[in-house]
């Protein structure tokens, strides 16, 4: 009887320590599965994107960043810390910890991925972190260029619109038409938008027939297209 006890106490410990864990994990191969979570989330403070900046994460309660607004209530309302069991369920599937949460991700499966990347983030999320610099660096963070350094090509410095078309002439004077579905009008307000008056194009399309307009404020727009043909 007593074998029988400790034989299921033993099992018991084996599903404590079952999760991925970042002491587990190997820091150099999560940052290479970091890779596809750069495109919404950056490691540097208060930088947010589709999703909240990850600098400092690991006990912070969920939906608590102060500079990002746009957390859904099923997150905001959770009550979870952030730690090393609750970012592996998360990761693993985001639907199961949090139902109703908006994070368009359907989860890692691969446990030893898990851990690489929890090994990854617990050293690039600190402050000041080496590893953090590291993927900036390489551009696995943030994954926006700066649209205040662009080449004139990418400048606009006119747009027009006629009849079902926007005519985009940019700071190396060419001029090129969109059909209106293909151009997107878009804005980003943070330190690496485009200055004002100077927009930011961005080609977008298999076959380069569709870009992206950003401007530095939505005030902008109206007053920066004109009608005419």
């Not at 490691?43 to 690991?58: D, F, K, V, Y």
């Not at 499966?109 to 660096?137: E, H, I, M, V, Y």
């Not at 009008?185 to 008056?197: A, C, M, N, R, V």
Request: charged share 20%.
């Amino acid at each position: 009887m007593r074998r029988f006890l400790v034989a299921v106490a033993a099992l018991g410990i084996c599903g404590l320590v079952a999760p991925a864990r970042a002491a587990d994990g190997n820091p150099s191969r999560g940052q290479r599965v970091f890779g596809g979570c750069a495109a919404c989330h950056s490691l540097q403070p208060n930088r947010n994107m589709t999703g909240p900046s990850l600098a400092e994460l690991w006990n912070r309660k969920s939906g608590s960043l102060a500079s990002f607004t746009r957390y859904s209530p099923a997150l905001k309302s959770s009550g979870i810390v952030w730690n090393d069991k609750t970012l592996d369920e998360w990761i693993k599937d985001p639907v199961r910890l949090i139902p109703d949460n908006q994070m368009t991700f359907q989860g890692i499966k691969n446990d030893q991925q898990r851990a690489d990347l929890l090994a990854f983030l617990k050293q690039a999320t600190q402050p000041g972190s080496a590893a953090s610099q590291s993927a900036q660096q390489s551009g696995m963070s943030g994954g926006v260029p700066n649209l205040r350094t662009l080449e004139p090509e990418f400048r606009v410095r006119k747009i027009t619109h006629c009849g079902d078309t926007y005519m985009v002439t940019t700071a190396n004077g060419k001029t090129r038409g969109f059909w209106e579905r293909n151009l997107r009008l878009k804005t980003d307000s943070s330190e690496d938008g485009p200055e004002k008056g100077a927009p930011a194009l961005a080609p977008a399309g298999m076959i380069g027939d569709r870009a992206d307009v950003i401007f530095s404020s939505p005030e902008e727009i109206s007053s920066f297209i004109s009608n005419g043909c």
